[in-house]
């Protein structure tokens, strides 16, 4: 059943207030998230196991007829929100898009965790999955402070020379944290995020020690060379789709222009693909993006 744009519109532009207070707890606002997540429910035949990799607890997705392949999740809701468990369905359509198993890190959260604990936790799992010859190409994705997670992540995996990955999947995702910090990104006509939660999240995220400037924290202020292809997704009512221009903007400046593949939809919110099964562009994107990592990660295993 798919429900109207304005509809699902109005039900999230209810519920910024459980997110833009300041009194209702951390805890509430995670099942908040969870609920919200949840709505999107995984392929008939997935099944789930919560497990440890490297001592970092993750959910593995199985779902019908994946091949070789594993796609790392990180899910989104600020480094405070969200969980590994909660994204199910939304991974597990990703995976099958892709023919992938697909491996969602719970990685430590703000404000309990603060940077680089879950870049840490995310770069051991990695280490941990390459030493499994089951793995197939490893390709990473994520959505908001996941899809800036996905980016720091695959910047870092560069750095330490470990084996490259396939793809990076950004799902609207939070790559400046320098704007929010110094209150300067502009609202949009999002009916979720304004600019002022964003604020509080930089702060718990960085403990209020690490530069928000720092490109593991902001990587779209990092170095983008050697990383592999970039399937993005933006979202032009999100105040945060700023981002996602400015990384395009530097990949084309680099000449690194087909490096990256950038779809943006116009009159759509942020993070709207968390509305699989109730809204048609969300079904469709998330497939568009498991068939971008899959090409991708073919077309890097065939260049090596």
């Known amino acids: 059943m798919h429900v109207p744009a304005g509809v699902l519109r109005a039900g999230l532009r209810l519920s910024r207030p459980i997110f833009a207070s300041h009194r209702i707890s951390v805890a509430t606002k995670r099942k908040a998230v969870d609920a919200l997540a949840g709505v999107a429910r995984p392929p008939k035949g997935t099944t789930s196991e919560s497990t440890t990799i490297a001592g970092v607890p993750v959910e593995l997705v199985e779902v019908p007829e994946s091949g070789a392949g594993t796609l790392l999740y990180l899910h989104g809701g600020g480094y405070a929100l969200g969980s590994a468990a909660g994204y199910e369905g939304v991974v597990a359509r990703i995976a099958q898009a892709a023919g992938m198993r697909a491996v969602v890190v719970e990685y430590s959260r703000s404000p309990e965790a603060v940077f680089p604990t879950a870049l840490d936790e995310v770069v051991a799992v990695y280490r941990a999955l390459l030493a499994d010859p089951n793995r197939g190409t490893v390709v990473v994705a994520g959505d908001s402070a996941g899809g800036g997670l996905s980016l720091a992540f695959a ?131 998330l497939e568009h993006i498991g068939a971008g990592l899959a090409r991708a990660a073919e077309r890097e295993h065939d260049a090596t």
Request: glycine content about 10%; hydrophobic content about 40%; charged content about 25%.
């Open 155 to 285: 910047m870092k995996v560069r750095d330490l020379g470990l084996a490259p990955l396939g793809g990076v999947g950004l799902i609207c995702p939070w790559l400046d944290l320098v704007a929010d910090a110094e209150g300067t990104r502009v609202a949009r006509r999002d009916p979720l995020i304004i600019p002022t939660m964003l604020r509080g999240w930089v702060g718990a995220y960085t403990g209020g020690v690490t530069d928000p400037s720092d490109p593991l924290v902001s990587p779209a202020r990092g170095d983008i060379t050697g990383l592999p292809p970039v399937i993005l997704h933006s979202a032009q009512d999100d105040p945060i789709a700023a981002d996602a221009e400015a990384l395009e903007r530097s990949f084309q400046n680099a000449g690194l222009a087909d490096r990256l593949e950038h779809r943006s939809w116009p009159r759509r919110w942020h993070c709207f693909h968390l509305q699989a099964g109730l809204f048609h562009d969300a079904d469709e994107a």
